[in-house]
């Protein structure tokens, strides 16, 4: 193994969380709607390159206990952080180590599905040479290797950013000072990148500003590296065709997307019969600094030819809503019907009765991914006189533009979440424990979101065995000891009496809230 026992992950803990693009039914709807028959992820042996403290594959390793999960990192704190959450957790099918890249061989081992998120780009050529060396020869026949990175041209303007900060930051040994010299360096940028509204001053206000947002890990690892090296598409798969490697996809589908140009746009890009120059074109296009390559060997066959069998056995979410929130829709009236992503703005209308309610459907379980006979069967019940093959017929003639639109995501799998909460609650047991020391917290579906304080406390408490009024009454302790707040029209309320009835509304409210992101069991 390589001997260098310093990282400065060891000083900056890079943040572990889950990244639900890597996950292997994700990977593997990719793969299945472009032909490929992926190994079963619920048994399959997955590989992280740059694991960190492992929460992105502890979560895995957790909801699915067949599979076998292998981690390594450089950094000894990292790698001894996620061994005590293995511990504490009992899991029996994870194994992280420290250990380099540069080390693994065919000895390491033979995996269905291997992993690399946001390390290509941030470590020197002969690593990057490795990533690609390990995803060929320790990739199983059928399996599927996810990498990603920063690309070009889209970097060039966070470049510039990146040089700044380092060129200051560079004068201050210790990775904390580098922080925080840093962070003043982009208010020194974002207050005086001189005077008019014009595009440079724009351009760099802009992108310190969303710089200025990220946690201090991000930004150190991510912009104060010695390494952070963008790449062309192309010339990333360039390396991985000389190892024997094929482009399998990008895990965002909206990337490989022709209808959102101009005809005459489309029409040119159409032409272009090599999916790898097609993709570094409308790369040039949309000015892309990230990517999330899907990679296998290149003997495997694909196609491109998206067919509805293929897209009739996977789930479905979307994160379009009816523009003016599912009250206004009335699927009696055969009218169009606008949906929105509040997060981006992206649009889709219905224009229809079958679409409308489909997306309705979609959109009242939004959190949990609903198999297409499921999803005919329930608007069926709502539009009685349309029949459930037209309804079917409806949705798979629009799933593949709606997917590579981004207006649907896919998987392989429903998941084992509950979408409301049984007389005595559960929380999935790996929640409940990350919500111990931190407020992003992984999900059954591998999401991460942010939890209040009153969610961190009342997860704690919803582990099978309590009513809601037991939990609700478990609560009251942090209340009285102010460790959670509970107000009355803007009042803090310290009455026992008083606050029974809040706390019985609080478990109340945030219990929808854990089953609607998808953390109840039972």
Known sequence: MNEKTDSPYDDIPYPSVTHRNTRPEQLAAVARIFGMEPVDFSNARVLELGCAGGGNLISMAAAYPDSRFVGIDLSQRQIDVAGKAIDDLGLTNIELKRFSVTDVDRSFGIFDYIIAHGIYSWVSDDVRDAIITVCKENLSQSGIAYVSYNTLPGWDVIKTIRDMMVYHSQNFADAETRIREARQMLNFVIENSGDGDTPYKQMLQAEATRVSRIADGYLYHDHLEHHNDPCYFHEFMSKAADRGLQYLGDHDFSAMNLSGYTEPARGILAQIDDIVRQEQYIDFLTNRRFRQTMLCHADVALSRNVTSDRLSGL??????????????????????????????????????RAMTGLMVVLAENNSHPVSVGDLVVEVHKRLETVPEDVIRRTFLDNAKTMIFSGGLSVSTDAGFQRKTASERPKAWFCSRYIAQSQDLVPTVLHDTEKLGSDLL???????????????????????LSGELICQKKDVPVTDEAELRPLLKEIVKSGLRILADKAYLVA
């Not at 206004?328 to 229809?352: E, R």
């Not at 406390?457 to 209340?479: L, N």
């Open 457 to 479: 406390i009342m997860i704690q408490y919803v582990d099978g065995t309590r009513t809601h009024d037991e939990i609700a009454a478990a609560m009251m302790k942090h209340v």
């Open 315 to 352: 789930f479905y979410r979307t994160s379009l809503v009816p523009e003016g929130g599912l009250d206004s829709v009335d699927l009696s009236l055969d009218k169009p019907t606008v949906f929105i992503n509040p997060a981006n703005s992206t649009t889709l209308t219905a224009n229809n």
